[in-house]
């Protein structure tokens, strides 16, 4: 599965690409994810580092990001290149709709290191041997092209956006005969301005959404946001609306969020609760940071340009 970021709103650009350029600005952002299984002795960790400006003579807006995800107990990690056009079509007065592309090149390393293969197995000598001729272990690493695409509808209060990874499936297959083809991943998110708690034009109430499904596998998260001048906190539920068997969670984390911007800077942490049954779950930090090299925007989750 694709690696999932409880701040995605924060940083739209680490779920649509369409946020490429998308205040005009040159800007640069990262997020960082650890989530420790203490129960299952092992973690996983996922960066996303991202790097986008827009051209006035294109009316485009294009970007650059990179995705390192890895898992510690069987060292299986993900690292992924991307590049993204983002183009804008003012479609009235009010609305504009930003469709585009993105090409990237990935590879995935399985970590067959730390598997035991049989032809290691000296039962005569009671040892085992640490080389292997496995014809498996020759594929570990899958190399691949992928392409998506991405919608973004906005205005200055709203934005709607539609993204899909995996155009192409690519073969991920660990074998170098073998045939995988990578499951499309789909999301549809939104963030809506309320019409509540409004004062002086420094405080907003916004409802976020973000529906992700790859293959049989889904995810769910929605909540607010409260943004008062530079400070924003925020309260989303991650759940599981299209359950796989008896056994799975609707609700499977509570997630609060805080941030702050000063001086072009913007800071976020989140912090995920384990509701499931799972057990072992020694916590799921998220951090994100991201600038603005124009220093125009200081607040927090205001879309307008």
Known sequence: QDPAFTQSFMVPESINPSFSGFYETTKAGLLYKNQQWSGFDF??????????????????????????????????????????????????????????????FATKDFGFDNLLFEDQINIFQNIINSNTFDPIVL??????????????????????????????????????QGDIPLDIFISVHASLE??????????????????????????????????????????TATTNPIQTSEESHLITSINPIIGMAWEGFKFGYSYDFNLSKIGGDGGISEFSITYDFLNNKDCFGCPEY
């Open 43 to 104: 973690n996983l960790n996922s960066q996303y580092l991202y790097f986008d400006d827009w051209y006035p003579d294109l009316n485009s807006g294009i970007g650059i990001s990179l995705m390192n995800h890895q898992e510690t107990f069987t060292n299986y990690s993900l690292k992924q290149l991307n590049l993204s056009w983002a183009y804008k079509v003012q479609l009235n007065y009010d609305w504009d709709f930003r469709p585009s592309v993105t090409f990237g």
């Open 139 to 176: 594929g570990e690493n899958a190399r691949y092209v992928d392409i998506g695409a991405s919608f973004l509808f906005n205005n200055d209060n709203h934005w709607i956006g539609i993204t899909l990874r995996h155009l192409n499936r690519p073969n991920v297959s660990m074998v170098s």
């Open 194 to 235: 309320l019409p509540v708690l409004q004062y002086n034009n420094d405080s907003s109430v916004y409802f976020i959404t973000n529906f992700m499904k790859q293959a049989k596998y889904d995810r769910f998260d929605l909540g607010f946001q409260y943004v008062f001048d530079r400070f924003s906190f925020a309260l």
